[in-house]
Nanobody, 123 residues
Framework: QVQLVESGGGLVQAGGSLRLSCAAS????????MGWLRQAPGKEREFVAAISWSAGSIDYADSVKGRFTISIDNAKNTVYLQMNSLKPEDTAVYSC????????????????WGQGTQVTVSS
């Protein structure tokens, strides 16, 4: 059974940085896509970034391009989301997602979800 455990959220001022981590376990992820999605209060969940574990193909939402970087540490089975130049509109619960199909991650319909971690950016 796939388990995804996020960490690294918190409160940061606008312009600051945070790094989210998603520790994955329960299977081999070499043929999986991993990603991050977020949901702000009163808004629908939206795609942030995705990466194919073995191929390294990466996609970003337009709203985070140039500010966020998704990466994988194979030795630690962990996916990271480095968030720089944070804005108040980045405030949301960020959730890690995993699925064999990257499109399902991007559409917010993955097989597995983490529990989410809160990111709050103050102005």
């Amino acid at each position: 059974q796939v388990q995804l455990v996020e960490s690294g959220g918190g409160l940061v001022q606008a312009g600051g940085s945070l790094r989210l981590s998603c520790a994955a376990s329960g299977r081999t992820f070499s043929n999986y896509a991993m990603g991050w999605l977020r949901q702000a209060p009163g808004k629908e969940r939206e795609f942030v970034a995705a990466i194919s574990w073995s191929a390294g193909s990466i996609d970003y939402a337009d709203s985070v391009k140039g500010r966020f970087t998704i990466s994988i540490d194979n030795a630690k089975n962990t996916v990271y989301l480095q968030m720089n130049s944070l804005k108040p509109e980045d405030t949301a619960v960020y959730s890690c997602a995993a699925d064999p199909a990257r499109v399902r991650v991007m559409l917010g319909a993955p097989r597995s979800w983490g529990q989410g971690t809160q990111v709050t950016v103050s102005s």
